[in-house]
């Protein structure tokens, strides 16, 4: 019996110092670049400048010295990022302008075809849901050139618009919120039509109060994916001024090496508020989710 508990023990500890392990390893590139936007342009060029300087056969020519803790604390990137270069600031609306209204648009769409998946009892219902589960899988690189196209034929090519509109009908939310509204018993849903109910009384006062927490899974996944979106901006917003925040972070010269690590981290702070704010319902909406009967 003591053995057995020793046992046990023993393999507690173990799996608790994997994890310990594996969630420093992974919060240390957001603590890197938080302690390293304290540091001076000097001192943050002293310990990477080789990195973006000097390279040899594609390999760093000097060892890089990894600093977690600067010399002297300042804010000067800080005060150069949000108060003497107005174009960060303006960077950082413009994705606030792309992401927003793509996270509003693409929960209201998704709910409404998640509850037509739900209730429509047609035999074209599951291939039209398969369809959409192929175009899940699909990578954003694969629809980039059919975007840019379109855009271009409609006229909205270097527009936010040309963003808004591919985002606001991403198959992902469908497919999450059909499953999860698939647990809705339907017994409470005749219910509410016995007692007088419509279509669109069901759906506003049934489904969406019971899909709460899928709701906000799904505009915390989707602000995170968009928030950090690439390749779009660059494709589809030739205009610079025009692009988000992000598409500046992915394109970090020698001399903004200090800038990027400012204004990266003021760039997580959104998305880090959200999603703790809204971790219990993200964790119970995927559960959930992937627990239903199709």
């Not at 110092?17 to 957001?30: E, Q």
Request: glycine share 6%; charged share 15%; hydrophobic share 50%.
């Amino acid at each position: 019996m003591k053995h057995r508990k020793k046992k046990r023990y023993f393999s507690r500890g173990v799996i608790f110092f994997l994890c310990l392990l594996f969630s420093v390893m992974f919060l240390l590139p957001t603590v890197l670049t938080i302690t390293n936007s304290f540091m001076s342009e000097a001192e943050i060029k002293a310990n990477y400048g080789m990195i973006f300087s000097t390279t040899q056969g594609g390999y760093v020519s000097k060892t890089v010295n990894l600093k977690f803790i600067p010399d002297q604390v300042t804010l000067s990137q800080y005060v150069t990022g949000l108060i003497k270069s107005p174009e960060y600031l303006l960077k950082l609306w413009n994705s606030i302008l792309l992401v927003v209204p793509i996270v509003i648009l693409q929960v209201a769409v998704a709910s409404v075809a998640a509850y037509s998946f739900t209730r429509w009892r047609g035999k074209l219902r599951s291939g039209i849901f398969f369809f959409y589960v192929i175009l899940m899988l699909m990578p954003y690189q694969v629809t980039l050139v059919p975007n840019y196209l379109v855009s271009s034929w409609l006229g909205i090519l270097n527009t936010r618009w040309s963003i808004i509109l591919p985002g606001m009908f991403a198959p992902f939310s469908v497919f999450l919120l059909t499953k999860f509204m698939r647990r809705i018993p339907f017994s409470l849903i005749e219910a509410a039509k016995v007692d007088g109910a419509g279509e669109w009384e069901i759906f506003t006062k049934i489904c969406l109060p019971e899909c709460r927490s899928a709701l906000y899974s799904i505009a915390i996944l989707v602000f995170i994916d968009y928030w950090n979106m690439v390749e779009q901006p660059l494709i589809l917003l030739p205009d610079a001024d025009a692009q988000p925040l992000s598409v500046f972070l992915s394109q970090i010269n020698a001399g903004e090496i200090g800038l990027a690590f400012a204004m990266a981290t003021v760039y997580m702070i959104p998305s880090l508020l959200l999603f703790l704010h809204g971790e219990e319902y993200l964790v119970e909406g995927i559960a959930n989710s992937g627990s239903v009967k199709g």
